[in-house]
């Protein structure tokens, strides 16, 4: 549209020129002029588009990398549950395989929440649960944490490394080693963490 007007305007000019008593070297001067505006007019209209388009291919990327991390995310919790599954016995409630076990044990992963047993029962008290459910979520969450202190870290990703498993289902088993004796100090039952359990309650029958 911008092109089609300015080539009307040049149309006119060349028609004034052509009428007008000016000399030649005028009426070629305001011709160069005209296209030069029009020269300007396009590169201006092709330098947008360029930018448009490189404006949207960036967003494109963006997108892709979102996905990409979205189903990064999606395996990692996958393979998660696939080896929890192996090292945590499905039950009323769940609790650790032999395997599981053994792993904790052989790794010093067992040991490492041993040591810092008060520690980790006094982080889980001074958080009040309510029920049993909510102080293994609490014990699972102070031994998860236990790796913003380097010795302990140390151990946590060395028995990752030897058992083979990711550092969070390491977590998951060094808090299960204790959580019976947990939830007993605390005054709760193991045999209501089910009961509390959201999960638990959806799978239930209306």
């Given at each position: ?6 080539m009307?305007?040049l ?13 030649n ?10 296209g030069v505006?029009i020269v300007?007019?396009?590169l ?9 388009n ?14 990409d991390?979205v ?5 990692n919790l996958?393979?998660?549950k696939l080896n ?6 499905s ?5 650790l395989?032999?395997e ?13 929440v ?9 982080v ?15 014990l ?12 302990c ?24 080693y204790?959580?019976?004796?947990v ?6 039952s ?8 959201p999960?638990?309650?959806e799978?239930?029958?209306?």
């Amino acid at each position: 549209m911008v092109i089609n007007i300015n080539m009307i305007l040049l149309q006119q000019v060349v028609t004034d020129t052509a009428n007008t008593p000016v000399t030649n070297w005028t009426a070629i001067g305001v011709i160069i002029a005209a296209g030069v505006l029009i020269v300007t007019i396009v590169l201006a209209v092709i330098g947008r588009a360029f930018k448009l388009n490189a404006k949207v291919t960036r967003v494109e990327t963006k997108v892709d990398g979102l996905t990409d991390t979205v189903s990064t995310l999606g395996a990692n919790l996958e393979n998660f549950k696939l080896n929890v599954i192996n090292l945590i016995a499905s039950g009323s409630p769940s609790y650790l395989t032999k395997e599981g076990v053994e792993i904790a044990k052989n790794t010093g992963v067992a040991k490492l929440v041993e040591d810092h047993y008060k520690e980790i029962l006094s982080v889980v008290r001074d958080t009040e649960p309510a029920n049993a459910y909510r102080a293994q979520e609490a014990l699972l969450s102070a031994v998860r944490n236990l790796q913003y202190d380097d010795e302990c870290r140390n151990v946590l990703e060395t028995a990752a490394y030897e058992s083979g498993y990711p550092i969070s289902t390491i977590y998951t088993i060094g808090g299960y080693y204790i959580r019976d004796r947990v939830i007993n100090e605390l005054g709760f039952s193991k045999d209501d963490i089910d009961k509390h359990d959201p999960e638990q309650k959806e799978k239930k029958p209306k």
